[in-house]
């Protein structure tokens, strides 16, 4: 890559756009090869950047890449070539009048598009993706966020793109003298170029309506390409359960007069949020009860409805810059969370947020791309759509939740809408809003948005009988990243209870309440309780009421009391956590040392009992037996050994099977009644939990065990179910009858992309199937497409982060597969790229051998040149690390 390229852009060069667009006017001549784009935007200087004293107007700058200039003309009056210049990604222009309407037309090459940034064919349908600088790509525009424009699109395409869409509502549609048709569209709310969209194709939709608060009718269609029209049910329920919590919960409505989503099967994220047109990754919307999971039915109904709250947290009030993503990020992930939660079970959201953030932030934020939720710079942008972004963002909007409660955070919320509905902003005005709504004080809680790295407490305890007083003494420290070395204190909401010896929650005032917020401030704070009857328990950090890590010296009893007793249902698993945790590290070691690996114990104790005890919601029960991922206990530990990991989790697996395999098998019994399939949260538990159980009966290896997947996977009710039999079978079957089943599921289902995605991660991601052999061999399959991000992610994602067994074998082989396919993607695709490296910038946790490898393997894609500047960001930071 040239040294030009990697600039870095830092939020402290913020500076207010020079001019303004109040009207852009798009017009599309779709051809895959040359499409012709012209657009005429009505040009004002901006009066906030005027500088006293000014006389001469300053040069207009346009952003563009990959376009072919064709004219530019300033009212009506073509420019000649000396009043502007072309240079490295854009335009400059000399201006004459503070008023004018420019004239721009360009050609663009969507079927050479691999990037799937602007605008794209996916599957021979035209779509577009304009966040968060793709907008560049379709025509010359000042592609940034604070310039907001009332924009109208008309699209012109043979007749077999009988489909035409863009933003708002349609306003005109016709055909043209050659035959060809032709719609315009118009959306009314100003807005940034990340939001726009244009889709064009043959496709079907299917159609329903919602009635707002109000009283509007608002128009819903989901468009796919005509084999998936049946797989949009799910979907369209979850969009009108979302746009009616949005209503109660936030006082939100929708504001167009329809609301359209459509399908694509190529897309580098899950979804956007374009204004009135949302673009869904196809599987992120498509499902059916015979062909996707629980899983994905849940993933399904929390983005379909994160992208509708975008709606107001996103596109009505709008990012100034990108530093702000995590205002609208961060925000909407905490209200689909929250919206989630209401829909199925509060607690097991929860959990299963806290773990992704644990296995994937926690990293990311002690790794060499470490950044605050509100960076301060960037090379690149598109690397910033982050699990600290998004997921430790909704964190930190969810503990000024926590420190106002929830009647505040509306007053607060309202009042952010209000005052600004139809402006770019920033971080600072949502927190400005949350204060001025409830005279709060959120000044040293700002810091959260400035300081990168998960904090750790440490917390000790004293109880003192004479007085009947105990003491809670907690010590913060947050451990420093790259660039940032002084972490002062943060405000720390820390939710915590005090279990009696009967297992009951003690009083914690003469109110009676039995939970309590402590403000954490300080590095060190001591927190006092009078009139505790006996030596508590402390249940700490209740509902993870902050994104940190806590240290107290429980003792395994300890621990399983809780898991018991606790009156919080996510400490109760979090106990669990902690004890599984306990026990694969001393399995770790004693696999380290050479010495034999002894029985989990405790574990198996605690585990025993929960899977004894009817009255737990089996969802719950399920997420307890799960053991820790690979990855979560490699971000447990200073140094990670692989191979130890592997062992461990290993024996751990089959020393729990073993032990619990009369109970797991009543379990399974008692859960394996067949009912009609339905996505709702008591199914999925029993589901779940029987699942759970059936992969713990097939580890064991026990003839009966393999029967019980065998026949599960014949009766083909639910993908749920058949995918779980099937990976059991994978992981445990003879190798020669895994390979049958194998091949006669993709026979069935060869033609549902969806599912052949599954059956690619099913392979790739297994400890026995997934060699580095058989992911060569998956990439050389028919179904296999390089251009494609979900393929990608299904076979070298697939390997490269679930496969901790094969990606991590010793000899390196691993590693330098994943660079070699870094390099040819960034090539195609350098978003995919810059995300596909991952796991190898992590080297410097790995222990010596397995480190070096990976540097290698890094260093080896930088020694190659010509990277992007998104795949150059991510190596060269993690080489910096030295
Ligand atoms: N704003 C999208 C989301 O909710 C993110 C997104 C979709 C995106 N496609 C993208 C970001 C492409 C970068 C590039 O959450
Ligand atoms: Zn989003």
């Not at 009048?97 to 602007?118: C, D, K, Q, Y």
């Not at 809003?433 to 004080?441: F, I, R, Y």
Request: contains cysteine; hydrophobic residues 40%.
């Amino acid at each position: 890559m040239k040294e030009a390229q990697a600039r870095t852009v830092y939020l402290k060069d913020y500076r207010a756009p020079d001019y303004l667009i109040d009207h852009t006017d798009l017009h599309f001549d779709l051809e895959p090869q040359a499409t012709l784009v012209k657009s005429r935007l009505k040009v004002r200087r901006n009066p906030e950047a005027i500088n006293a004293g000014e006389k001469t107007l300053p040069p207009l700058w346009l952003d563009g890449v990959d376009l072919e200039l064709l004219s530019i003309a300033i009212d009506g009056k073509l420019l000649p070539a000396q009043r502007y210049h072309e240079g490295e990604g854009g335009l400059t222009l000399d201006v004459e009048t503070p008023e004018f309407e420019l004239e721009v037309h360009t050609r663009i090459a969507p079927e050479a598009n691999t990037s799937l940034e602007g605008l794209y064919l996916s599957n021979g349908m035209y779509c577009t993706q304009c966040e968060a600088e793709g907008f560049r790509k379709i025509t010359y525009y000042p592609d940034r966020p604070d310039v907001m424009s009332v924009f109208t699109t008309t699209i012109v395409a043979p007749s077999k793109y009988p489909v035409l869409l863009a933003n708002g509502n349609k306003v005109d549609s016709g055909t043209t003298e050659d035959g060809r048709l032709r719609v315009t569209w118009e959306d009314p709310f100003a807005k940034p170029s990340y939001l726009f969209a244009l889709v064009a194709g043959d496709l079907q939709y299917v159609e329903d309506s919602f009635t707002t608060a109000s009283g509007r009718e608002v128009k819903l269609q989901l468009f796919t390409e005509p084999k998936n029209i049946r797989k949009c049910d799910h979907a369209m329920i979850s969009l009108k359960h979302a746009m009616r919590w949005d209503e109660e919960v936030y006082g939100r409505e929708y504001d167009l007069d329809v609301f359209m989503i459509v399908a694509v099967d190529h897309f580098n994220m899950g979804a956007m949020e374009n204004k009135g047109l949302n673009i869904f990754n196809s599987a992120c919307v498509l499902a059916s009860p015979e062909t996707a999971t629980d899983g994905a039915f849940q993933r399904i109904e929390s983005i379909v409805a994160h992208e509708y709250f975008h709606n107001w947290s996103g596109n009505r009030v709008t990012c100034r810059d990108w530093f702000q993503l995590s205002l609208k990020e961060g925000f909407t992930v905490f209200r689909d969370a929250e919206f989630s939660a209401d829909m199925n079970s509060r607690a097991v959201k929860r959990i299963e947020d806290v773990s992704l953030l644990r296995t994937a932030q926690f990293s990311e934020d002690a790794g060499p791309m470490a950044h605050p939720v509100r960076p301060d710079s960037y090379m690149e942008i598109s690397n910033f759509y982050t699990l600290t972004i998004y997921e430790k963002g909704a964190e930190v909007v969810r503990m000024i939740h926590t420190l106002l409660g929830p009647e505040a955070f509306r007053r607060g919320s309202d009042l952010y809408f209000e005052r600004h509905d139809g402006s770019a902003v920033t971080c600072e005005d949502f927190i400005c809003a949350m204060e001025d709504a409830n005279n709060a004080d959120l000044r040293q809680f700002r810091r959260w948005y400035e300081q990168a790295g998960t904090p750790v407490l440490t917390v000790t305890d004293q109880y003192d009988e004479a007085s009947a007083t105990y003491r809670l003494t907690i010590a913060q420290r947050t451990p420093a990243t790259p660039g940032q070395t002084e972490k002062p204190p943060l405000h720390i909401p820390v939710s915590i209870g005090l279990i009696g010896a009967d297992g009951r929650d003690l009083p914690l005032d003469d109110s009676g309440k039995t939970s309590t917020v402590l403000n954490l401030t300080e590095a060190e704070q001591t927190f006092t309780f009078s009139n505790i009857p006996h030596a508590p328990l402390p249940s700490l950090l209740r509902g993870f009421s902050a994104p940190v890590k806590l240290h107290y010296g429980y003792s395994e009893d300890q621990l399983l009391f809780l898991m018991q007793h606790d009156s919080d249902a996510f400490n109760r698993w979090d106990a669990s956590r902690r004890l599984a945790i306990k026990a694969l590290e001393s399995l770790q070691a004693q696999y380290r040392d050479g010495s034999e690996m002894t029985e989990p114990a405790a574990l198996i104790k605690g585990l025993s009992a929960v899977l004894e005890n009817a009255a737990l919601d089996p969802a719950l029960v399920a997420m307890m037996l799960a053991l820790p991922s690979a990855q979560e206990l490699a971000e447990e530990c200073e140094v990670v050994d692989a191979g130890a990991i592997i062992a461990a989790r290993k024996f751990a697996r089959n020393s729990l099977a073993n032990a619990l395999s009369a109970p797991l098998l009543a379990r399974y019994q008692q859960l394996d009644q067949r009912k009609p399939y339905r996505p709702v949260a008591d199914d999925i538990a029993e589901r779940s939990l029987k699942n759970t159980c059936l992969g713990y009966l097939c580890a064991t290896l026990d003839p009966s065990s393999l029967d019980l997947a065998r026949l599960q996977l014949q009766r083909d009710e639910n993908m749920t179910d058949v995918a779980a039999a099937l990976g059991a079978l994978v992981e445990y079957a003879p190798r020669e009858e895994a390979e049958k089943y194998l091949g006669a599921f993709y026979d069935q289902w060869q033609q549902d992309t969806q599912v052949v995605e599954n059956w690619f991660l099913l392979q790739s991601g297994s400890a026995s199937f997934g060699t580095l052999e058989r992911v060569r061999e998956l990439m050389q399959h028919p179904a296999f497409e390089i251009t494609n991000p979900n393929k990608v992610r299904s076979v070298i994602s697939g390997f490269a982060s679930r496969n901790f067994t094969q990606f991590h074998r010793e000899d390196g082989s691993g590693y330098r597969f994943l660079a070699e396919q870094v390099s040819v993607l960034d090539k195609l695709n350098p978003q995919i790229a810059a995300r596909l490296v991952i796991p190898l910038t992590h080297w410097k946790k790995y222990c010596d051998h397995e480190s070096a490898r990976m540097r290698a393997a890094l260093q080896g894609i930088m020694d190659a040149g010509e990277l992007s500047r998104d795949l150059y960001e991510v190596v060269s930071k993690s080489l910096a690390c030295a």
